[in-house]
C-alpha cells in the first residue's frame, strides 16, 4: 500500500472525471460500465489485485467480498446511499468506504425552486392541456412567487440551498429544524412547525427519514397549513401521508404539490407499474426521484469520491468514511506517517505503543477513532521508523491493516 501506483478497478460507468483524479497520482485504473456479481467481482479483484475498488448503488458488495479479497484497502461509492454495501464487513475487514452524500444538494435544491414556480403557475396542467391539443389561458389562480412566503422544514444542505435560492426571487423564508440552525441571508427560523405551516404559501421538506420524520405531514399538518398553500417533497417519501394529502388536495385546501419521492418506489427504470392517489388531481407535478439526478451531481460525486479515497492513500484521513471512525491529522514537513486499523478491544494502545518504544521511535502527533468494532490511529515520527513498525504491528492479533505512507 505505500507504493503509490495502485490497482483501481472502477465498475458501473463511473464519471471520467475520477478516473482522471486518480490517473494524474500516477494509479493504474481499469473501468467498466458494468457490474459484478458477487463470485465475479471477487474473481476480477484477486485475479488483478485490486487495492481500490469504486462501484454506483448497482454493484453488491457483501461480506463475503471483504472476508475474500485481502488485497482491497478502500471502497469508493460513487453514488450518495450505501444500503449496498456490508459496511460492518468493510470496517472488520480494514476497508475503508467513502460516498459522496452531498454531491447532488444543489441539483434538488434547483428543483425545487422550479416546482415553486411551476406550482405558482399551474404549469404541470398547462403543458398537459396544451399536449391534449386544449388552449387555456388563464390568470386565475396564477401568482407571482415574489413577496410569498416559503417554509422549509429541514435547514440541512439542501435546506439551506433552497432558502439562499428563494431569496434572490423575492421570497420570504422560514426554517424549521430539530436543531439549532445558523439562517442564511434573510431567512428566519420559525418558532415551531406548526408556526411555519401557519404562514407559508410554499411548504418545502428536506428531512431524513427517520422514526421522526415518519408521515411528520399528514391531516393535522395539512389542515394547519394556508388554504390554497403548495406543498413539495422531495426529501424521503415516508415523510408525507400520501393519501391525507391526495385527500387535501382534492377538497382544494391544498392549492398544489410537488412530489419526487414515494413511500414505495419502482426498482427498474423501465417499470410501467407506478400508482400513487396523487395521479390525476389538479396542480400536481409527479417526477421518479430525480431531484439529484444531474450530470453536473454525476461529475461532483466522482471528483469528490475520488477526493477522498486519494486523501485516504496520502494523509490516512478517514473524513466522510461510513465504515471508519473519524480520523484526520493535517500532515506536517519532515514527519513520517503510519496508520493502524485494529479491533476495538482492550489494550491495544499500549500494545502499539510498546512496540514504538522498542524501536526507540519518537511519536510527535497520535490521533485515535474508536467505534464499536473497531478503533483507528494516525501516528507521525519525527524519523524514517513507520515501515519497521508496520511490520512488528502485523504480529498483534488486533491489528487488522498497518500502512505506512509514503
Ligand atoms: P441534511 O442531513 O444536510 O439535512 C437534514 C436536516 O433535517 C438537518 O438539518 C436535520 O437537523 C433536520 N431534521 C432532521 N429531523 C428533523 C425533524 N424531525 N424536524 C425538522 N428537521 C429535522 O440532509 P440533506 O442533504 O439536506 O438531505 C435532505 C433530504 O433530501 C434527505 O432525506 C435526503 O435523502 C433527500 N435527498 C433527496 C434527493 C432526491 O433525489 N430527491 C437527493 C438528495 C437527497
Not at 469504486?54 to 444500503?83: H, K
Request: overall charge negative; glycine content about 8%; charged content about 20%.
Amino acid at each position: 500500500m505505500d507504493t503509490p501506483n495502485l490497482n483501481i478497478l472502477l465498475l458501473e460507468n463511473i464519471h471520467a472525471v475520477a478516473r482522471q483524479a486518480l490517473e494524474n497520482q500516477g494509479h493504474r485504473v481499469a473501468t467498466t460500465g458494468a457490474s459484478l456479481k458477487e463470485d465475479e467481482l471477487i474473481a476480477r479483484i484477486n485475479a488483478e489485485r485490486i487495492d481500490i475498488l469504486g462501484i454506483r448503488s448497482r454493484t453488491q458488495v457483501t461480506a463475503r467480498v471483504f472476508e475474500s479479497c485481502p488485497s482491497l484497502v478502500a471502497l469508493g461509492a460513487f453514488c450518495i446511499g450505501t444500503n449496498q454495501i456490508d459496511l460492518e464487513a468493510a470496517g472488520t475487514a480494514g476497508v475503508a468506504v467513502f460516498n459522496a452524500p452531498f454531491s447532488n444538494t444543489r441539483s434538488v435544491a434547483e428543483l425545487v425552486i422550479a416546482e415553486i414556480v411551476m406550482l405558482s403557475r399551474q404549469l404541470g396542467d398547462r403543458t398537459r392541456e396544451m399536449h391534449q391539443g386544449q388552449w387555456r389561458k388563464v390568470a386565475a389562480g396564477s401568482n407571482e412567487v415574489r413577496n410569498k412566503t416559503l417554509g422549509i422544514v429541514g435547514y440541512g444542505h439542501i435546506g439551506r440551498q433552497v432558502g439562499v435560492l428563494a431569496e434572490m426571487m423575492g421570497m420570504r423564508v422560514v426554517f424549521h429544524d430539530i436543531a439549532q440552525r445558523l439562517p442564511m441571508g434573510n431567512n428566519r427560523s420559525a418558532d415551531s412547525l406548526e408556526e411555519l405551516l401557519d404562514v407559508s404559501d410554499f411548504v418545502t421538506l428536506h428531512v431524513p427519514e427517520t422514526p421522526l420524520t415518519f408521515r411528520m405531514i399528514a391531516e393535522p399538518q395539512l389542515a394547519g397549513m394556508k388554504k390554497g398553500a403548495r406543498l413539495i417533497n422531495a426529501s424521503r417519501g415516508t415523510v408525507v401521508d400520501i393519501p391525507a394529502l391526495a385527500a387535501a388536495l382534492a377538497s382544494g385546501h391544498i392549492g398544489g404539490a410537488a412530489v419526487d419521492v414515494f413511500p414505495v418506489e419502482p426498482e427498474a427504470n423501465s417499470s410501467d407499474d407506478f400508482r400513487s392517489e396523487l395521479m390525476g388531481l389538479p396542480n400536481v407535478v409527479l417526477t421518479p426521484h430525480i431531484g439529484g439526478s444531474t450530470s453536473e451531481a454525476q461529475e461532483n460525486i466522482g471528483r469528490e469520491v475520488a477526493g477522498s479515497l486519494l486523501r485516504y492513500l496520502a494523509s490516512g484521513s478517514t473524513t466522510g468514511s461510513v465504515s471508519f471512525p473519524d480520523v484526520d491529522l493535517p500532515r506536517m514537513p519532515n514527519t513520517h506517517r503510519l496508520v493502524h486499523v485494529h479491533k476495538n478491544v482492550p489494550g491495544v494502545l499500549g500494545d502499539v505503543n510498546r512496540i514504538i518504544a522498542a524501536r526507540s521511535a519518537n511519536i510527535l502527533a497520535q490521533v485515535l477513532g474508536t467505534n464499536a468494532r473497531i478503533g483507528y490511529v494516525i501516528i507521525d515520527f519525527d524519523a524514517p521508523v513507520a515501515e519497521d513498525i508496520c511490520t512488528d504491528l502485523t504480529g498483534l492479533t488486533a491489528t487488522i491493516r498497518a500502512r505506512a505512507l509514503a
